[in-house]
């Protein structure tokens, strides 16, 4: 897994519009004393199950790999031009 430029700042970006995504399905959102891993697992599992992510392998099913899913989503979300691409 090769690391993204900017890819904080992605995951930033995918944790907060994941949010919003999973409030408009039906989703509580997140409380304050969430911890950030259980965010990054529980918007991965959302958006494998919709289909908006490729699952990855059962075996490399691990946070830092979920993050940079996460961050790889909201990469092609983004418009052209956004100053997180550049």
């Known amino acids: 897994m090769k690391k993204?430029?900017?890819?904080?700042?992605?995951l930033k970006i995918a944790l907060s519009v994941g949010e919003k995504y999973a409030v408009n399905r039906g989703f509580k959102s997140f409380g304050a004393t969430d911890?950030?891993?259980?965010?990054?697992?529980a918007l991965y599992r959302l958006l494998v199950q919709d289909k908006l992510v490729h699952?990855?392998?059962e075996d490399k099913?691990?946070?830092l790999s979920m993050k940079h899913k996460l961050a790889l989503w909201i990469q092609k979300q983004l418009p052209e031009g956004h100053e997180?691409?550049?």
């Open 35 to 41: 911890a950030a891993k259980e965010k990054v697992e």
């Open 84 to 86: 997180l691409l550049k």
């Open 4 to 10: 993204m430029k900017n890819e904080q700042a992605l």
């Open 55 to 57: 699952p990855l392998p």
């Open 61 to 63: 099913e691990d946070l």
